[in-house]
């Protein structure tokens, strides 16, 4: 007996472990959610906005490397969803958004929601097709998922409503999807000249991003025979735990000074997994070795003299025979004492007693990342908050950060962490936001409550677009419409059915966090924050702080003249 092609689709999802599907139902969608809802092997999260579908199906397919999938209905329904597919793109996350189209018969006409929306995912996506038939169904469909996988992208399937709900052809065909776990290595002629160079070198650094996941011994045993310190980009902070005596901090607008200081007197760097795209803080006229699974990655970002495509850790592997052990470490150590004496720093500004009255959002911050589990997943948002948690969150081995660290989209927070924590409700999940991020896709904070999602979501509630309104004193403009007016967030928390706690002392952060981290609802810690707190950059220059003090004087004089 044939199925229906919303039945082949879910037989297809079902084949490759999908278990959530993130949506807002309605018009074309309905038969697929009926199918849904008879078939039982599926959690159809209904979300309050197609958005935050998008980005929760982004978190999970960033954790676990597997299909996520998300729906949007005809036109708008499927608009919304693009920023946060944009962020599965960015990310490289396997995605598959599964969008409405209206009638095949009408298409062309200006029909009631009718978008083109093979041209509006063009850029978004790996693979872009509408289901013209059913007899085309089964090969589209497997091609989409087949694709999403294979290339770590998005795929968008569209499908008419007067096509949805139709049988598909019985099909002999077995269409089974593949997962390409083949290693590659480059050739040993490559390996031995990049050994070379690093063997020759002084001062080597190693610079890790995501890509060296899974190959940190292999990362750790090469800092060891080169005395090299190891620096890492955001994504990568997670790679190696805080205490490692190798890693030395954090590199970029986000990093800390010595780890600028390592990249900047190297005489040669070891790039393993890293896609850095801030040219100006990579070194320039010295060896660079950069490893690297996608062959595109390597060079785009700095002149590399030794490009090494392969798989991380079997590429170290077989680079790490080749080197050899280096007796002088002057280098290493002095990165390291600057990186002590960074922690100390970090110390005193993190300190719960810093201020008797006032909470510091690095102080809730860091305090948070100590009191979670050794497995607790943070999600950070965009803006100040990502500074907070790039400097003071200090991840444990099995602690996990994930952010729009790529694609820099404010509002991924809290549908980021209904994702995640959709995956296993029993780990804790704690996204960390701004109040201006976490305002523009807080009402998906009742999606959380309906599904028993019991994730924490901490507001660093100052009333501003903090990281804007930096950006614009930085640069010699007084800040100007940054000012936000917001709600009670944990009243908004407790008329969602939630936990709410409002804290404006540090002496109440360690009992909110105990509190909200045992919790088996979610809940919302709205935390009143110093409004005023500066975030330095790992280094000023000159341009900055004139521009910061021009910005200034121009407020000051607004403020009196305006009087």
């Not at 002084?202 to 940190?216: F, K, L, N, S, Y």
């Not at 720093?345 to 993190?350: M, P, T, V, Y």
């Not at 999606?447 to 924490?456: G, R």
Request: charged share 25%; with cysteine; net charge negative.
């Amino acid at each position: 007996m044939s199925k229906t092609i919303c039945e082949d689709l879910l037989d297809l999802l079902s084949g490759v472990c999908v278990t959530d599907i993130f949506g807002v139902t309605g018009d074309a969608l309905n038969p697929f959610v009926d199918a849904i809802r008879r078939d039982g092997r599926f959690r159809w999260i209904t979300v309050r906005h197609e958005e935050a579908g998008a980005f929760a199906a982004a978190a999970q397919a960033k954790m676990t490397g597997k299909l996520a999938v998300c729906c949007g209905t005809v036109g708008p329904g499927a608009l919304h969803l693009l920023n946060g597919l944009y962020d599965a793109k960015r990310d490289r996350a396997p995605v598959l958004a599964i969008t409405g189209q209206v009638p095949e018969n009408e298409y062309g006409t200006s029909y009631f929601q009718e978008v083109d929306l093979e041209t509006v995912f063009s850029d978004a996506c790996v693979f872009n097709q509408t289901v013209r038939s059913p007899d085309q169904f089964q090969r589209l469909a497997q091609q989409a998922v087949q694709t999403a996988i294979d290339k770590r992208g998005v795929a968008h399937l569209s499908i008419p409503v007067d096509i949805i709900g139709q049988k598909v052809p019985n099909d002999d065909i077995k269409r089974k999807i593949f997962e390409d776990h083949s290693v590659r290595v480059p050739s040993a002629d490559a390996i031995d000249k990049a050994a070379d160079a690093l063997n020759a070198a002084t001062q080597v650094t190693v610079m890790i991003g995501d890509g060296a996941r899974g190959a940190e011994d292999e990362v750790l045993a090469a800092a060891e025979k080169l005395k090299a310190p190891v620096v890492n980009t955001l994504k990568g902070s997670d790679v190696l735990p805080f205490d490692n005596p190798y890693r030395v901090g954090g590199i970029g607008h986000l990093g800390t000074p010595q780890g600028l200081e390592a990249l900047d007197n190297c005489d040669s760097l070891l790039i393993v997994g890293a896609d850095f795209p801030y040219r100006a803080f990579l070194p320039k006229g010295i060896d660079i070795v950069q490893i690297d699974v996608n062959a595109s990655h390597i060079g785009r970002r700095c002149a590399v003299t030794h490009p090494l495509p392969g798989d991380s850790k079997a590429t170290l592997a077989a680079l790490n025979e080749k080197l050899e052990s280096k007796s002088h470490e002057v280098f290493l150590s002095k990165i390291q004492k600057k990186s002590n004496d960074w922690t100390k720093k970090l110390d005193r500004w993190s300190d719960l007693k810093r201020s008797p009255d006032i909470i510091h959002p690095q102080s809730l911050i860091r305090r948070a990342g100590e009191m979670a589990s050794n497995d607790a997943i943070f999600i950070a948002d965009v803006g100040t908050v990502t500074v907070w948690a790039a400097r003071h969150l200090r991840l444990r081995s099995g602690q996990r950060l994930f952010g729009s660290f790529n694609h820099g989209s404010m509002g991924v927070g809290l549908p980021g962490a209904m994702g995640l924590q959709s995956i296993d409700r029993k780990r804790q999940v704690v996204a960390l936001c701004g109040d201006g991020a976490f305002g523009m896709l807080m009402t998906d904070f009742i999606t959380a409550v309906k599904y028993d999602l019991p994730l924490t979501a901490i507001v660093l509630n100052n009333e501003k677009f903090g990281f804007v309104e930096l950006e614009m004193q930085a640069t010699g403009y007084p800040r100007y419409a940054t000012d936000l007016t917001n709600p009670n967030f944990a009243k908004f928390a407790e008329n969602c059915g939630g936990i709410g706690i409002r804290i404006d002392n540090p002496n109440q952060i360690e009992d909110a966090l105990h509190t909200a981290l045992a919790s088996r609802k979610p809940v919302i810690i709205d935390a009143v924050v110093n409004p005023n707190e500066l975030i330095l950059p790992p280094k000023i220059d000159a341009k900055h702080a004139v521009g910061y003090a021009v910005g200034k004087m121009k407020e000051l004089w607004l403020e009196r003249t305006s009087g």
